[in-house]
């Protein structure tokens, strides 16, 4: 697939795309629950999700943060990682994080804080290297500590991001909603995953920003936030952190920073035109 936009920024919020491709279910499979008036209003939304014969095209987004005085960077999320990487069975490795970092201008070593929304392959594959070391060697790494409980020993992230990151003493498994900084909230969103966690940039002119991780996946789930998606683990409690986050991001003019849709930045639905 051609690269669309690698680099958008909503200062103080970068979005870095580390990989675009075609999903492995046809979108009407993966949303079996929507209706035509939402597949249309969807298509309007972000129309670069729309592939030939129902292919569901998507990117896959990271977002460094940087801190108010330009000392360092939190990334939220971890992209799908080198060709090496847990992510290989099914996502368009390698990615092109380090390269995009490099044109952005940020160091990994300045990078102090990697949020991962959660832990799916598509998410942390630059947790590590192709040497499977620590990719972001001073940060911290910080998941809800019901993400780690819930995974899967045998689950190959287990072995690529928990164990290796838990060894080296980076991993900050927290539990809840947590200031990581001023300006910068984790919020769990349970339901996809079950410690899935979204994070609120505050922005001083008030246009907050929040990073969604997977809360939603499609923007037919912007057309209607009720649509189910069928790789979520508990779909009533994905519903109802989608429905409130959504509502709540409207309520107080905030954008979404998507990790998925075609567009890094939207507005969630019912939000007035800024």
Known sequence: MTDRTSLARMDPVTALVDA?????K???????????????????????AFGPEGAWRLDFRCF?????????????????????????????????LPGLLAEAGI???????????????DHTGWAAGADRLP???????????AETAALDREDP?????????????????????????????LLPTPGHTPGHQSVLVERPDGRDVLVTGDLLVHAVQLADP?????????????RASREEWLARAAARGAVLATAHLTRPFVEPPGAAAP
């Open 135 to 145: 990719f972001f060697p001073r940060a911290r790494y910080v998941v809800q500590r």
């Open 107 to 121: 160091d990994r070593g300045d990078v102090h804080t990697v949020v991962l929304t959660h832990l799916h392959e």
């Open 157 to 185: 992230v287990w072995t690529w991001v928990v164990e290796p990151l838990r060894g080296a003493g980076l991993l900050w498994e927290v539990e809840g909603e947590q200031r990581l900084r001023p300006g910068v909230t």
């Open 26 to 48: 046809s979108a009407r499979d993966a949303f079996p629950g929507a209706a035509a008036a939402d597949w249309e209003r969807a298509a309007a939304l972000d129309p670069g």
């Open 226 to 238: 009720a649509v189910a998606y069928a790789h979520e683990q508990d779909p009533a409690t994905a």
């Open 64 to 96: 460094a943060v940087a801190d108010p005085d330009g000392a360092g960077w939190t990334l939220i999320d971890a992209g799908v990682g080198p060709a090496e990487g847990p992510g290989a069975p099914w996502c368009p490795v390698p990615g092109r």
């Open 20 to 24: 675009s491709g075609t999903f492995f």
